[in-house]
């Protein structure tokens, strides 16, 4: 197997670049697989070795600390895992493509009901394995099947009942999605791409978008708004160095001056502490820290 797999393990890669809050130390080991037999290859490698998995897609919901990962990191790279088909309203798509992509792309097939996911980045995979969404709604909906690979190398395949979907969860554990099934619905390509635009004006004009962040660092207690508490609490605009919550949506933290891990730990750590005291609810990362 490792001579299978020479050349395509890396020792010590940065993963600052391949995050969207650009910190972070580097992997002890990195592998960025191609295509399925590769991905089950580096899964057996690490079942092998007897490595911890981490699985990297676009980036975007992942803080990665300054002392890096100890295990192997599973990156999907750029094109890799990207294909898009339709059969009527059914969509299959794999795990590398992007949320936006696909979303750009079922309004070009006038298919509706992703539209109102415009303004979240990452991957399918991520997208699914999180159950990403917001207020106008998430993933699950569309869903019919999801396909995955467990990191023990063996092929999975379930049913949309068969997925324990909660908030941003799906509930996969140890296994790595390859791609999903999506029943969508006929629209007008004008009414979709009109939706997109709303939607994305809403998210631009009230979320920093185009900042050094990983989106919503917390998530929503229920029956409330963590950034509601955040900016009830007087913390917007508060700084840990580089680190700073901010000012546009509290419930983002960005990277606007060079920050480091450290420093977006603590401050989300004082975040913490601060709506604690104030309200007596104990923030969850929806983040995943590494």
């Given at each position: 197997?490792?001579?299978?797999l020479r050349g395509?393990?890396?020792?010590?890669?940065?993963?600052?670049?391949?995050?969207?809050?650009?910190v972070g130390?580097?992997?002890?080991?990195?592998?960025?697989?191609?295509?399925p037999?590769?991905?089950?290859?580096v899964?057996?490698?690490?079942?092998?070795?007897?490595l911890?998995?981490?699985?990297?897609?676009?980036?975007?919901?992942?803080?990665?600390?300054?002392?890096?990962?100890?295990?192997?990191?599973?990156?999907?790279?750029?094109?890799?895992?990207?294909?898009?088909e339709?059969?009527?309203?059914?969509?299959?798509?794999e795990?590398?493509v992007?949320?936006?992509?696909?979303?750009h792309?079922?309004?070009?097939?006038?298919?509706?009901?992703?539209?109102?996911?415009?303004?979240?980045?990452?991957?399918?995979?991520?997208?699914?394995?999180?159950?990403a969404?917001?207020?106008?709604?998430?993933?699950?909906?569309?869903?019919?099947?999801?396909?995955?690979?467990?990191?023990?190398?063996?092929?999975?395949?379930?049913?949309?009942?068969?997925?324990?979907?909660?908030?941003?969860?799906a509930?996969?554990g140890?296994?790595?999605?390859?791609?999903?099934r999506?029943?969508l619905?006929?629209?007008s390509?004008?009414?979709?791409l009109?939706?997109?635009?709303?939607?994305?004006?809403?998210?631009?004009?009230?979320?920093?978008?185009?900042?050094?962040?990983?989106?919503?660092?917390?998530?929503?207690?229920p029956?409330?708004?963590?950034?509601?508490?955040?900016d009830?609490?007087?913390?917007?605009?508060?700084?840990?160095?580089?680190?700073m919550?901010?000012?546009?949506?509290?419930?983002?933290?960005?990277?606007?001056s060079?920050?480091?891990?450290?420093?977006?730990?603590?401050?989300i750590?004082?975040?913490?502490?601060?709506?604690?005291?104030?309200?007596?609810v104990?923030?969850?990362?929806e983040?995943k820290?590494?």
């Amino acid at each position: 197997m490792v001579k299978d797999l020479r050349g395509k393990i890396k020792h010590q890669q940065c993963l600052k670049g391949y995050t969207t809050f650009k910190v972070g130390g580097s992997a002890t080991l990195f592998a960025e697989p191609t295509n399925p037999e590769e991905l089950q290859g580096v899964l057996d490698y690490g079942k092998e070795q007897g490595l911890k998995i981490f699985v990297l897609g676009k980036g975007s919901n992942i803080l990665v600390r300054d002392s890096g990962v100890e295990g192997l990191v599973v990156h999907i790279p750029r094109g890799a895992f990207g294909r898009i088909e339709r059969s009527d309203e059914q969509v299959l798509v794999e795990a590398g493509v992007s949320l936006p992509r696909l979303i750009h792309r079922t309004a070009e097939w006038e298919l509706k009901g992703l539209e109102n996911l415009v303004g979240i980045p990452g991957s399918v995979g991520g997208a699914v394995a999180m159950n990403a969404g917001g207020k106008y709604g998430t993933v699950e909906r569309w869903i019919e099947e999801v396909s995955t690979i467990g990191y023990d190398g063996a092929l999975h395949s379930y049913t949309r009942g068969q997925v324990d979907f909660q908030y941003r969860n799906a509930g996969l554990g140890q296994q790595i999605v390859l791609g999903a099934r999506l029943r969508l619905e006929k629209g007008s390509r004008e009414e979709i791409l009109h939706r997109m635009r709303e939607v994305y004006e809403e998210k631009s004009g009230s979320q920093p978008l185009s900042a050094k962040s990983a989106g919503c660092v917390f998530k929503n207690p229920p029956g409330q708004s963590a950034g509601g508490l955040i900016d009830q609490s007087g913390l917007k605009g508060f700084k840990v160095g580089g680190a700073m919550v901010s000012r546009k949506h509290a419930n983002f933290i960005v990277n606007w001056s060079s920050a480091t891990a450290a420093q977006i730990l603590e401050l989300i750590q004082r975040v913490r502490e601060e709506v604690k005291k104030r309200f007596g609810v104990w923030l969850e990362p929806e983040i995943k820290i590494w």
